[in-house]
């Protein structure tokens, strides 16, 4: 897996690079290609860039997933443990930045939003949206190249129906425990309607991992494909000022963009609306930005995970060597990090 995400992410460096070359070659004056306008220029300048971001976005990715292989988690003595590391840090935020941006720009030019008289600038954040968005993506992928990261991608379908208990738990019906703001239910409205969701199979999920069914399954897979199908169907449209795409083709790709950013507005609210109104939720979105969460949190929240985490602990203790003596002199102990 991490040979072929690796071999990926250089495909995608040689053909931006490859696209680039012969734009820069031909000058951008090839017989069908749009006008020569302010934004044919800034839309070069954007091809021009990205084969340095991605190869920058790359070298971060390597370099965050080498220090993530190497950094220990959590020790016996820390209050705090590490839930995401630097580099997922940053990717997520230069992914989610540069989706805002070019989100409100991308409104503006479907006049969603209002929008100036002077066009050039809104394309031009739209296209500095574009450089955050393939360096978030790009490093993400590196990096979980390097690390193996699987732990977001859903396993089977019972993370389904688990993710399905955990949205149904933030209406009240089991109580307050993941209850949106908390709010308890009067309890013969949650008996009649945990009764009706337990018979259905859905009912609270004890045995939670680093990552909840419900991230992986209706957050992290929808932004995955939601984020794929807009990159790629951008990068088509930006295409046709390198090379004279017919307008047959650039319709329906710019159609399927346009729902699909549609889509990433509803799904941004669904997403928020699921960490703010949530308070089991804010310790997570708060390691988002100083990577870390509570143990006390993971001991009642993620028992899997910190069965987890305790057992590497545990290894860390035995990896040091036994103290022995030699005619009653101890010998010195050197500990290794596991």
Known sequence: MRRILVWMSFLVVVLVAVSVETVWAQGGTSEGFPPQTFLFNDTLLLARALPFVVALA???????????????KSSPNSRSVIRHDFGTVIAHWTNGIGF????????????WLPRPDEMRIVFALHYVGVVLIMFGVVAHLTQNAITG????????????????????????????????????????????????????????????????????????????IIVAVVVITGLIKSLRYLYPIPASIIAPVTTVHDIFSYVAVGMLAIHLAALLLVPANWPLLISMFTTRVSRKHVQEHHPLWYKDLVAKEQAIVDDVTPVSTTQGTPQRIEETQA
Do not use: C, N
Not at 58 to 72: A, D, S, T
Not at 176 to 187: D, E, F, Q, T, W
């Open 149 to 224: 990261g699987m732990g977001l991608v859903p396993r089977s379908l019972k993370d389904v129906g688990e993710g399905l208990s955990e949205i149904v738990e933030y209406s009240g019906i089991f109580g307050s425990h993941r209850a949106a703001l908390g709010i308890k239910l009067p309890k013969a409205i949650r008996q009649t309607f945990a009764e009706t969701a337990t018979a259905f199979g859905i009912k609270p999920t004890k045995k939670l991992g680093k990552f909840l069914p419900v991230e992986r399954v209706f957050s992290y897979t929808p932004w995955a």
């Open 100 to 111: 805002i941006i070019a989100l409100i720009t991308g409104l503006m030019v479907l006049r």
């Open 58 to 72: 790359i070298g971060f990715g390597i370099w965050q997933g080498k220090v993530g292989l190497r950094q220990p």
